[in-house]
């Protein structure tokens, strides 16, 4: 799907040769776009097929790339994004997609976002494009696009936090593998989101050194703040994988250390219920004559022996904390 935004008037077609004029600024959204649209971007923008077909690439890296040489010249950027399906989802990521590319080219007045879907973000300050003109339109609207991104992460290293204080209220009364597994799978996506974030870390800080960030140094603060935003949500991330990773070992003695009392609980029963099945299984035998046999209260008696052998055998247990 291809949407196009005039960024002087904000109208918005949804017909992108309609929306589409020489010389005015536009924004073109392309959300999981066919290849006859890519086919179409191409004719429209002279961008080189081999680039736009990578934008759909789910394994594409963070980078910057300068094409000064190509006919108009344009700034490709890849991003990864947290995957905004995820995060509707009961459990956490269940997706082997963590995060999507999302790739911006820049070329004259335009800006064309080539993602697989919309970006879900955390308290972005304002709309997109709603920024106050200051210069470029589409720089202004690539830096709220680049907000929406560290957004993005904001939240979902929120859902990694609560998702692993959740996991740490029930760990260490658990007794099954089920939670260890739970706590390896947020390992592994922390590691996924890591390893975004720290490409589009470096993707930001080689975007300060475009020239068109270069030429307007009150946008180049703008995307100073992202890029320390964005690298404060790197730091945060690392610091709940330490924190998982650190985990592991110790939810793993936890529960082997749960199964142990488990077993002394299981085992001490068996020694108190051991004496009455004793007696019961020599009062079962089929011999005469037996202590008690003849005596009508016999039953009661060996149950009342029964109880006070019990007794002091619970005690002993108990007191050295067996049971």
Not at 278 to 288: R, V
């Amino acid at each position: 799907m291809i949407e196009v935004k005039n960024l002087e008037t904000g109208l918005t077609f949804t017909d992108y040769i309609q929306g589409i004029l020489p010389n005015v600024p536009t924004w073109m959204i392309c959300t999981k776009p066919s290849m006859e649209e890519l086919k179409a971007i191409q004719n429209t923008y002279k961008i080189p097929w081999e680039d736009l077909e990578d934008s759909l690439d789910v394994d594409e890296r963070p980078r910057l790339e300068l094409s000064p040489e190509n006919d108009p010249p344009f700034i490709k950027l890849v991003l990864r994004v947290p995957s905004g399906e995820q995060f509707k989802k009961t459990d956490l990521f269940q997706s082997r997609q963590t995060t999507l590319p999302a790739t911006v080219f820049l070329t004259g007045s335009h800006l064309i976002t080539i993602q697989y879907q919309a970006i879900e973000a955390k308290r972005v300050r304002k709309p997109i494009g709603s920024r106050r003109k200051r210069s470029k339109p589409t720089i202004l609207v690539l830096l709220d696009w680049l907000e929406s991104v560290v957004k993005s992460y904001e939240l979902g290293v929120d859902i990694i936090d609560q998702e692993l204080a959740s996991l740490e209220q029930v760990i260490f009364k658990s007794v099954k593998s089920k939670s260890i597994e739970q706590v390896f799978t947020l390992s592994r996506e922390a590691t996924y989101l890591d390893a975004a974030l720290r490409g589009n870390v470096r993707a930001f800080y080689q975007l300060q050194k475009a020239p068109e960030f270069k030429e307007l140094p009150e946008l180049l603060d703008d995307l100073e703040d992202l890029s320390i935003d964005l690298q404060q949500q790197a730091d945060l991330l690392r610091i709940y994988r330490d924190l998982i990773e650190s985990s592991l070992d110790a939810y793993a003695s936890v529960i082997s250390n749960n199964q142990n009392d488990l077993i002394k609980v299981l085992t001490s029963i068996s020694l108190i219920v051991m004496v009455p099945t004793l007696i019961a299984s020599l009062y079962g035998m089929n011999l005469t004559p037996l202590p008690l046999s003849d005596n009508p209260y016999s039953f009661w008696i060996v149950i009342f022996i029964s109880f006070v052998l019990i007794v002091p055998i619970w005690y002993v247990l108990h007191k050295i904390e067996l049971i």
